[in-house]
């Protein structure tokens, strides 16, 4: 009964404002929860059937046209070319490239036709929303971010020569003193210290926590400990491009995610005493009369506006609602906070706002397993809160506390995000998590929720704009009329990397807003090209392209208003061609010539090298035709679960990310019923698990784990042969109407794979450990000997899903003394299975 009120909270405050149909029914849905508390794996399957897919797309790849040219120019081997006869498509990992640019450039330069992937514009819509988003935080959000602290903290002293003599006031000052002053030396390049010199202590301490970015313990605002997350600190995303970002990603990490509490967390280990709810209360009421007081509400609000327009709303009380609310239960001042009748009407008015509760559980909250009660987030004042985001929400309701039974379930799944926003063919591929926790009920709802958005809603931010694009990927009930390769679960398991690699790109660019939950050349030309056909991508591409317009003519922005103008007339081109494509009629003169203009390489003076075409008119940057060669390979941490399910401090730390541009080959018929075969660049997504609250930047993503590791899900290898042209490995399909007729290619057994890197190492190695879907849910164990074959140390010993982990290894034994130099071995077991390796430590 608990679980059902909360969802049905969580649904009011979801409604309110966030684009919800009007007809939405509470009732309807508490009725829904209620017909299926019990619903298990396959009831959710059956209340949103996929369908199934071919199995196969015979095709003689041999007999298209192109296909001698494709094979000469990329030298395909065998595998790939059996890819292609079974699915009418493949992918390899052999044929990579640093970008779509130098991807396109190739099959441009070979004279090949050429494949437009939706991949491809994804590509493109990422690399410009990050260089805008850069460009806003550059030129408007640190400039009046330093102004709006400045100012604020500058009204402190004459506050307290105003409440003299009342002791509850002048300590929540002093917060309010340490709160602004950590967070204006953390954007400033030189430290500013306190206004009073009885602060020094504590804004150095933490300060140094800050540096240390490790989760710490600490009675911040109160007596009561709570556990502050600071590995949250850790720059990373765009921001590690300059100090300033650096700096600007820092300070407003601190006040995105330190919350002052207006009530109490129900349901965690250690809540804030009613005196510390008091006073952090006491003290968001300084804040915001501070802002009022130095004329600095416009600044706010014109910050929150822009955040808002781009990502979405704060998942909490801004200053504008604790300044409304003030006055509404007739509240003068943060005195008037003092009193505790004034108090307690304030807290009882919050409790019936849309506002009040957060949604999603990004702290760290400890809660007692035994305990009934889920954890409920206290209500929290923030400064510049976190934005609240769809796909954060899902991660954060299928994990512990929502999920307990029959044994606590500490990591959501990538795949969870995809059904909830609709792709019910992830279902087939997550039954092995089902069969281990039982949250079928859970997903149910939350797809229930989502189902319940207007249209109108996933044009609302760029942010749902963007997740909107994604989701037109979905796999159409509907299958027959499409092309045959594209009717193959193959395929669809394809555009579930192309929605998974581009939504970590969503995730990436969005690192410090969104919240997360926890628990060409001359006499060279494309002959032919085909765009993939999915004329909703494009609608969807080109609503979320005029969205953008609208909200950067608003700011006077007229460079990025006319890329948005450019991408949005580009979009509906290209979404004309792919109706075309499928209703099999002939495209004009215009667009032929539209397609084998996509990409051009151009020499200009001593060499300098600059790409031309509509392609790389879809990056907005300094200069679109150097952005579309850029190498783009990002890392995003998603999740967090601070212990495993037995209470064990762990700290892992889910990351998804893009890896280096793969070449794609197609077959399709034309028209005029040819065959041909086209090749074109897709995304490679890629996903793992840290421990140790390790997050991840893009430098050491890009220098270490990607080049070393391999962190693609196994449900890719039906369509994806290796880095050596071969098979990956386990293969995993989605549901299918029949077995294949075509004989399958060999692929690679159940192995158990290990990497070790860097190797030799002096510092620390990171073992990457790939547990297959065919050995989820076993024990693993990791252990270290030396040569004499004596344990030094066990790293690991847990029961995991499968998926890709990184263990570190920091060359300590189990008695946290120094290891010598020389040779050591892993030794990671997970049932019958095993796996070796050797590694040298060099001091």
């Not at 399957?45 to 369908?51: D, F, I, L, Q, Y």
């Not at 060999?746 to 990497?755: D, F, I, K, M």
Request: charged fraction near 20%; include cysteine.
């Amino acid at each position: 009964m608990a679980s059902r009120i909360l969802l049905l909270l969580l649904a009011l405050s979801l409604s309110a404002g966030q684009g919800f149909a009007q007809t939405f029914s509470v009732d309807s849905y508490q009725q829904f929860l209620e017909e299926n508390k019990s619903l298990d794996a396959e009831g959710l399957e059956t209340m949103h059937e996929a369908g199934l897919f071919k199995s196969e797309a015979p095709t003689s790849f041999s007999s298209a046209a192109y296909a001698g040219d494709i094979d000469a120019v990329f030298e395909l081997t065998n595998y790939e070319k059996s890819l292609v006869n079974k699915n009418g498509f493949m992918v390899s990992e052999r044929l990579s490239y640093p970008s779509f640019g130098e991807a396109l450039h190739h099959v441009f330069i070979k004279d090949l036709p050429v494949f437009i992937s939706t991949d491809a514009v994804l590509q493109a819509l990422h690399k410009s929303y990050d260089n805008i988003l850069i460009s806003v935080e550059e030129k408007i959000l640190i400039p009046k971010l330093h102004d709006l602290l400045t100012g604020m903290r500058g009204q402190l002293p004459g506050m307290a020569k105003n409440y003299t003599g009342n002791p509850d006031i002048l300590r929540s000052l002093d917060d309010a003193d340490i709160y602004l002053s950590v967070a204006l030396t953390l954007l400033s390049k030189e430290p500013v210290g306190p206004t009073s010199p009885r602060n020094i202590n504590a804004v150095n301490e933490l300060l140094e926590m800050i540096d240390a970015e490790q989760p710490t313990a600490y009675p911040l605002f109160g007596e009561s400990n709570r556990t502050l997350d600071f590995s949250q600190m850790t720059v990373r995303g765009h921001y590690t491009q300059s100090e300033e970002l650096g700096r600007y990603f820092r300070a407003m990490m601190w006040l995105g995610r330190t919350e002052i509490y207006l009530s109490e967390t129900k349901g965690a280990a250690s809540p804030p005493s009613k005196e510390d709810v008091k006073r952090q209360t006491i003290m968001a009421g300084l804040l915001a009369e501070s802002m009022r007081n130095a004329n600095m509400n416009a600044t706010h609000q014109e910050m929150d506006k822009i955040l808002g327009f781009m990502i979405g709303e704060s998942d909490n009380v801004t200053p504008v609602n604790m300044m409304d609310l003030m006055g509404e239960v007739g509240l003068t001042s943060a005195l008037d906070l003092t009193d505790e009748a004034k108090l307690l009407a304030f807290q009882e008015a919050l409790a019936n706002k849309p506002y009040a509760g957060q949604k999603i559980l990004s702290q760290i909250l400890f809660t007692d397993p035994m305990s009934p009660d889920k954890i409920t987030p206290a209500s929290a004042f923030m400064l510049f809160g976190q934005r609240f985001v769809i796909d954060s929400y899902v991660m954060a309701n299928v994990v512990y506390d929502k999920v307990a039974e029959p044994s606590p379930r500490m990591l959501p799944s990538s795949l969870d995000v995809l059904f909830a926003l609709g792709n019910d063919a992830a279902l087939h591929l997550l039954q092995p998590e089902f069969q281990r926790y039982h949250y079928a009920k859970q997903l149910a709802g939350l797809r229930y929720l989502i189902d319940s958005y207007e249209p109108e809603f996933w044009n609302s931010t760029l942010y749902t704009g963007w997740l909107g694009a994604i989701r037109t990927l979905n796999p159409p009930k509907e299958r027959t009329q499409l092309p045959r390769f594209m009717q193959t679960a193959a395929w669809w398991q394809q555009k579930m990397n192309t929605q998974l690699a581009s939504w970590a790109q969503l995730r990436h660019d969005n690192l410090l807003y969104a919240k997360q939950s926890y628990s060409g050349g001359i006499g060279c030309s494309y002959p032919k090209g085909y765009v993939e056909p999915i004329p909703a991508f494009y609608d969807a591409v080109a609503s979320y392209a005029a969205r953008g317009a609208d909200i950067f003519a608003e700011m006077n922005l007229r460079g990025v208003t006319s890329y948005f103008e450019q991408l949005e007339e580009t979009s509906r081109t290209l979404e004309e061609i792919a109706y075309k494509e499928l209703e099999h009629k002939p495209l004009s003169e215009e667009e032929i010539i539209f397609l084998q203009s996509t990409l051009s390489r151009q020499t200009v003076g001593c060499g300098d090298v600059f790409y031309t075409g509509w392609y790389p008119a879809l990056f907005y940057g300094g200069d679109p035709g150097k952005e579309v060669i850029k190498k783009d390979l990002l890392v995003a941490d998603v999740h967090t679960a601070p212990t495993d399910e037995d209470g064990a401090f762990v700290g892992w730390v889910m990351h998804v990310g893009t890896g280096f541009v793969n070449m794609a080959i197609v077959t399709c018929t034309d028209s005029e019923g040819n065959t041909t075969a086209y090749a074109g660049p897709v995304m490679s997504y890629h996903e793992h698990i840290t421990t140790n609250f390790k997050r991840l930047t893009d430098e050491e993503w890009s220098a270490s784990y990607l080049e070393e590791a391999s962190l693609r899900p196994d449900w890719t290898n039906i369509y994806l042969a290796g880095k050596d042209g071969g098979p990956r490995g386990e293969v995993i399909a989605l549901k299918t109407e029949s077995p294949s007729s075509v004989e399958s290619p060999v692929t690679g057994h159940s192995a158990l794979r290990v990497e070790a890197f860097p190797n030799p190492f002096d510092e620390a190695v990171t073992i990457s450990v790939n547990v297959p879907p065919s050995l989820a849910g076993k024990e693993v164990v990791l252990q270290i000997y030396d040569v004499r074959g004596e344990l030094v140390t066990e790293l690991l010993r847990e029961d995991l899903s499968s998926g890709s982990y990184m263990v570190r290894w920091d060359g300590r034994g189990a008695n946290g003394r120094k290891s010598e130099s020389g040779s050591y071995f892993y030794k990671v077991l997970i049932g019958e299975a095993q796996a070796t390796g050797s590694i040298e430590l060099v001091r």
